[in-house]
């Protein structure tokens, strides 16, 4: 009798993690659409200046993630319906004062930059319509609904699509660009989002409940502010040291290997509720399986990629690039090896966030940030620009060396996992 269960139950979370993969396909599908009309048609500047405003909307998202859907993520799964529904209104409810929070820092740095009043309003409302939209997606990824999720991202892909041509008409290519991204993911939430209770009025009430979990999530913010440091304070310092030229030349290599992240991030999403789950029963040993397969899985599908992304360079720079990005091989070979290196370090990341350890992976983070971002000062001086990945590699070289060391207990026999508190929510 248990084993039929456990089949089909090992059946329905491939299907919900193939469910997740293919809507990340999608939308890095839409995003590297994107990057590669502002690379060919407006040129490395603009395409700087774009990647500087995606980067303080990711930040943003950094935090809602580690206030909001963390908690949903590890929190919701498994709990009786009446718990459910009350942690989710109370998530929900703060949620508002993240977003309001998130969209001024946005707002602040972007018009600091000096971009102008245009591109000012147009983070801010991606701030605040692509937050909406993932919290909807934590929610049905929670309740396992598959389909929503990917109706409503197709639908923010088609919407983002068809706003693309007219904006472009009518602004600069980097503005119009993420005005669609804006619209999209207004139009996408709108039509299939759910309706999640917030209640505005009792904001403060449900900032004190929140306060139940502010031990933990206070490691999990922490985190996501190194693991930001290490991943996207180099986009603002070679911005402020080197120019959005030399910022989108960068990045542009970066874009080329970016699919091989796109697809970890999109194991994670989907495997990380059901990882919590299994911990939170103590069954390690499954959660451990799940972490190494898919761990084996993305970097052999990525070392496959990578290889078809050389063999085709030729024709790509000859026929696409034009010339035009002249030592991008040198940039892409260095972004490649990055690429490889950071599948461990989501996938571990994953396992110790699904098993509670914030405090532990922030530590690594924070060693790993203050290393890159030292390395990164460099670029005030005489060297090379492509010094800016190199420094990242460090960084990444000492975020596995700590989640390595972190998970040695758990491959020898770890103690108990880390535990959040349980309030009557």
């Known amino acids: 009798m248990g084993r039929p269960g456990q089949n ?35 040129g490395a500047e603009s395409f700087g200046r774009f990647i500087v405003v995606l980067a303080a909307f990711l930040l943003s998202f950094g935090a809602q993630n580690a206030l909001i859907l963390l ?23 703060v949620d508002i004062a993240v977003i309001g ?18 591109l000012v309003c147009a983070s801010a409302a991606l701030v605040v319509f692509g937050s909406n939209r993932e919290l909807m997606r934590t929610v049905f990824l929670t309740q396992n609904r598959a389909s929503r999720y990917l109706a409503m991202d197709a639908t923010v892909i088609a919407a983002t699509l068809c706003a693309l041509p007219v904006t472009w008409m009518l602004m600069a290519p980097e503005t119009a660009c993420i005005v669609s991204l804006a619209f999209g993911n207004l139009v996408g939430a709108a039509a299939f989002g759910t ?7 009792r904001l403060k009430e449900m900032v004190r409940r929140y306060g139940d979990y502010w031990t933990k999530s206070r490691w999990a913010l922490a985190g996501a502010a190194v693991t930001d440091a290490q991943m996207r304070f180099y986009i603002f310092a070679v911005e402020i040291l080197r120019g959005s030229a030399t910022l989108g030349l960068l990045q542009a290599g970066r874009v080329l290997v970016n699919p091989i992240a796109m697809l970890a991030f999109a194991w994670a999403r989907a495997i990380r509720p059901n990882m919590a789950e299994r911990l939170n029963r103590g069954d390690r040993e499954s959660a451990l399986s799940m972490m190494k397969s898919g761990m084996l899985l993305i970097m052999g599908i990525g070392v496959v ?16 690039l034009k010339g035009r990005y002249p030592g991008l091989y040198n940039t892409l ?71 390595f060391k972190v998970m ?10 880390d535990t959040l508190p349980r309030p009557a929510l």
């Not at 908690?71 to 459910?84: A, Q």
């Not at 929070?101 to 009043?117: E, P, R, Y």
């Not at 532990?360 to 670029?379: E, F, H, P, R, V």
Request: hydrophobic letters at 55%.
């Open 101 to 118: 929070v998130a969209t001024l820092v946005v707002a602040a740095i972007v018009g600091l930059l000096g971009f102008g009043i245009g």
């Open 71 to 93: 908690p949903l993520n590890v929190l919701i799964p498994g709990k009786p319906e009446h718990m459910k529904s009350r942690n989710l209104r109370m998530l929900a409810t």
């Open 195 to 201: 309706n999640i209770q917030r209640t505005p009025g």
């Open 305 to 320: 990629y990578l290889t078809a992304l050389n063999l085709a360079w030729p024709l790509l720079d000859g026929y696409f």
């Open 408 to 417: 040695r207990t758990e491959f020898i026999g770890a103690t108990e996992h």
């Open 8 to 42: 089909l139950r090992r059946i329905f979370v491939k299907r919900i993690i193939s469910a997740s993969i293919l809507d990340q396909m999608l939308i890095s599908a839409l995003m590297f659409t994107i990057n590669l009309l502002l690379i060919g048609q407006a």
């Open 333 to 403: 070979l260095l972004w490649s090896v990055f690429a490889i290196l950071n599948v461990p370090a989501i996938c571990v990341s994953i396992y110790l966030q699904a098993g509670h350890k914030y405090r532990q992976l922030t530590i690594c983070g924070a060693l790993s940030a203050t290393g890159s971002c030292l390395l990164l000062g460099l670029l005030a001086f005489d060297v090379p620009s492509l010094w800016a990945i190199c420094a990242l590699l460090v960084g990444e070289l000492i975020m596995l060396a700590g989640l």
